[in-house]
């Protein structure tokens, strides 16, 4: 979590501090002496988390139809590649338009059958008119069904394109300064998505069936009364500029409401997965604080919301049937021989349906607005230039010795920041064995990162059998090294799908799952498992020990089988025991592997041939007379010589 201040932080912005009354009976609580404010960077090496608020979003264009026009130019192919249920679902508008303009005449016909009391004539236009209802009905409801059918499909296409893009994102876009928290991130592509379903829909099915609609309904207008229809028209114009005008401010509005939820759940994302440190902390009163700030925050702005959008159709029905009515009122005076008991009827009743396609564009208009932050977040995501580029030319490596160079490699995270590695070389023979310590933050894991290709370096280049990593494929490239990092990643699944994580999507191979398991001493723990290898671990594998979870991790790299295998404080959760023999293992399997080691404790950096020290950007090569006597104590290395930290 970011650091909470305990005494007043310096001017702040108003809207974080906890002045709210509480909408609820919640109990009185004093106010905290917070900040509530939370980091807005994080650096690399640091325990430091991301901003609890979702990053500020880019200045938008003020004209609203520009930024309608990019809105849908981003849907379009999406919404074009479900153009079946599309186009079957404005056929169905069609059959009900239709159905719609054979009732209007109809139903005027009624006032003269009654005046006249034919009971026979009656009864066949209201059979007449009562099948033509159910026409109407049946495909109004196939309309929907297939126009909700397109925008979902389309929705459901927009996060698959938008999610493969996140996990094209280059690392720094997660971990770097100012970077975007994975709580916003999935915010955007569930809850948000939901809400551009609703906007296509709303488009669909307003675009063509509220034309027909209109154009139907006029043209019975103007058969009855030319006259009275031209005034109808007038008042058109008026409420589209009132829809504009509002659908800006709820766009406004509504962009405040995203940014409010979405900041509320990176808040749960990042406290639920900590709550044992909160526990420990006494810490339930801060972030109990702390939610009821956000979600008071998010109430207003999705109150503020709502109410805006029950405001805009009461405005434009007033202004519709106000400006109406007193331009009928005259008109009548000098139309009334014009018109029968049966005409009038009709007219009122193509007019009432005539109100109804205006409103309908209406209200797909707010929701456009409403939906246009959702949309231009989401798609934000997709909208980058990827600093890990791979070449065109890029070869795939099909077997790997293991040989790996380091050569005169520079690299930083940020301009205004110190070089992490300053002209470093190291060159690992393959097969070998190397060890690097350091201090905390000297740049032991950027070695890691830069071998994955996560980054690249500033100057020099990284060579694996005198290959430039860039120019290897990627795939190819993190397909021979493996990596156990001292960050422990499980996922919710069996214990088989999570050592064979490799082969997931095909099948995985159970043999070398369990000598994988065996290997890294967790065979034994796996078995006395409910279900064994097929027990389902949990959350991040949260039914698991520390211990256990790192066996696991370091079975998932054996099962990868790579020719170079890095371990990052890999035995770091493990006992003494365990770590002896996991030790042993790997050294076994390894022997024709190339392994890099980032450790502290000695009996783990003793398993190197080669140990080298980082500090300040550069190598040197440590001695092992010098470890055991104890001098590495000396350069701000956490190494225990007993094994413990």
């Known amino acids: 979590m970011s650091p909470i201040s305990l005494n007043p932080p310096p001017s702040p912005p108003r809207s974080l501090y906890l002045k709210h009354k509480p909408l609820h009976p919640f109990p009185t609580l004093p106010k905290p002496k917070l900040s509530l404010k939370p980091s807005l960077h994080k650096s690399h090496n640091s325990t430091n988390v991301p901003s609890l608020l979702p990053a500020t979003p880019k200045p938008q264009n003020d004209l609203p139809f520009s930024q309608t026009f990019h809105s849908l130019t981003s849907l379009k192919p999406y919404i074009l590649s479900q153009h079946k249920p599309i186009l079957l679902g404005w056929l169905c508008s069609l059959v009900s338009v239709y159905s719609l303009s054979k009732t209007v005449p109809k139903i005027g016909k009624f006032s003269t059958f009654i005046e006249n009391l034919d009971s026979i004539t009656l009864k066949n236009e209201g059979l007449a008119v009562g099948v033509l209802v159910l026409a109407r009905l049946v495909a109004v409801y196939w309309q929907q069904a297939f126009l909700w059918d397109a925008a979902l499909n389309a929705v459901y296409r927009v996060r698959a394109a938008v999610f493969e893009k996140v996990l094209e994102r280059d690392l720094e876009f997660f971990e770097g300064y100012g970077g975007v928290s994975s709580g916003d991130v999935a915010y955007r592509i569930t809850a948000e998505a939901s809400d551009i379903a609703d906007t296509v829909f709303a488009l669909l099915n307003t675009t063509v069936p509220s034309a027909l609609q209109l154009l139907a309904m006029a043209a019975q207008m103007l058969a009855i009364s030319p006259l009275l229809s031209l005034i109808s028209a007038v008042v058109i114009p008026c409420m589209a500029l009132i829809i504009i005008r509002l659908g800006g401010k709820l766009r406004k509005i509504s962009n405040k409401a995203h940014l409010s939820i979405a900041a509320l759940s990176a808040y749960l994302n990042e406290v639920l997965p900590a709550i044992l440190f909160v526990k420990a902390s006494n810490a339930e009163f801060c972030e109990y604080a702390r939610f009821r700030k956000l979600a008071h925050d998010d109430l207003s702005a999705h109150l503020e919301k709502k109410k805006m959008k029950a405001l805009i159709p009461q405005i434009v029905q007033i202004i519709y049937f106000g400006v109406l009515f007193m331009l009928c009122a005259g008109s009548l005076v000098f139309s009334r021989s014009s018109f029968d008991s049966g005409g009038m009827a009709s007219f009122v009743t193509a007019l009432i349906f005539l109100i109804e396609p205006i409103q309908g564009v209406g209200k797909a208009y707010n929701e456009l607005k409403q939906g246009e932050p959702a949309i231009e977040r989401l798609f934000e995501l997709t909208r980058f230039k990827p600093m890990i580029k791979e ?250 010589c007993h094994g413990r930290q």
């Open 391 to 640: 070449k065109l030319d890029a070869v795939d490596l099909d077997q790997v010795t293991g040989e790996v160079k380091f050569c005169d490699v520079s690299f930083k995270y940020g301009d205004n920041m110190a070089y992490i590695l300053n002209g470093l070389n190291l060159h690992i023979k393959a097969g070998e064995t190397v060890a690097v310590v350091g201090p905390s933050g000297g740049g032991k894991t950027t070695l890691v990162k830069l071998l994955l290709r996560l980054y690249d370096p500033l100057s020099g280049c990284i060579l694996i059998d005198n290959h430039n990593i860039q120019s290897v494929k990627l795939t190819s490239l993190r397909r021979h090294v493996g990596l156990v990092s001292q960050d422990i990643t499980l996922f919710s699944g069996t214990v088989a799908e999570n050592i064979g994580y490799r082969d997931l999507l095909a099948k995985i191979n159970m043999e070398m799952v369990e000598d994988a398991a065996r290997t890294a001493n967790a065979d034994e723990f796996i078995r006395n498992l409910p279900d064994g290898y097929k027990t389902n671990i949990g959350p991040r594998g949260s039914s698991l020990s520390g211990g256990q979870k790192q066996r696991l991790a370091i079975a998932r790299a054996l099962y990868q089988n790579s020719s170079i295998l890095i371990l990052d404080e890999a035995t770091s959760a493990l006992d003494s025991r365990s770590e002896l023999l996991v030790r042993q293992a790997v050294q076994r399997l390894m022997e024709n592997h190339t392994v890099l080691v980032i450790a502290h404790r000695l009996e783990t950096i003793l398993m190197a041939k080669r140990v080298f020290r980082l500090d300040a950007g550069k190598l040197e090569e440590v001695t092992r007379s010098s470890l055991l006597g104890g001098q590495h104590m000396a350069w701000g290395s956490s190494c225990d």
